[in-house]
Nanobody, 115 residues
Framework: QVQLVESGGGLVQAGGSLRLSCAAS????????MGWYRQAPGKQRELVAT???????NLADSVKGRVTISRDNAKNTVDLQINSLKPEDTAVYYC?????????WGQGTQVTVSS
């Protein structure tokens, strides 16, 4: 069983920055892609950003230009740097790891952006 543990959420003012980190309990080489998703109250979970084992990234249009996703296969981690935060970025952010045998999810970390 793979465990993903997120950290770095919190309360931040609009225009600020946060860095979210996710650590996997097993080697991340087994994951084709890792990424971050978010779910705001009353909304469906949506993709924020993903990164493949080789470093190719996919970013949601709503965060392009404000987000950087990075992955360290040696440390089994994936980080998300979010800049110029907006109130609409408020959500629970989930780390995910995608493998040929299934998807794994973290418990989520709350990000709240005050206006």
């Amino acid at each position: 069983q793979v465990q993903l543990v997120e950290s770095g959420g919190g309360l931040v003012q609009a225009g600020g920055s946060l860095r979210l980190s996710c650590a996997a309990s097993r080697s991340s080489f087994r994951f084709n892609a890792m990424g971050w998703y978010r779910q705001a109250p009353g909304k469906q979970r949506e993709l924020v950003a993903t990164i493949t084992r080789g470093g190719n990234t996919n970013l949601a249009d709503s965060v392009k230009g404000r987000v950087t996703i990075s992955r360290d296969n040696a440390k089994n981690t994936v980080d998300l740097q979010i800049n110029s935060l907006k109130p609409e970025d408020t959500a629970v952010y989930y780390c995910a790891a995608h493998s040929p045998v299934g998807d794994y999810w973290g418990q989520g970390t709350q990000v709240t952006v005050s206006s």
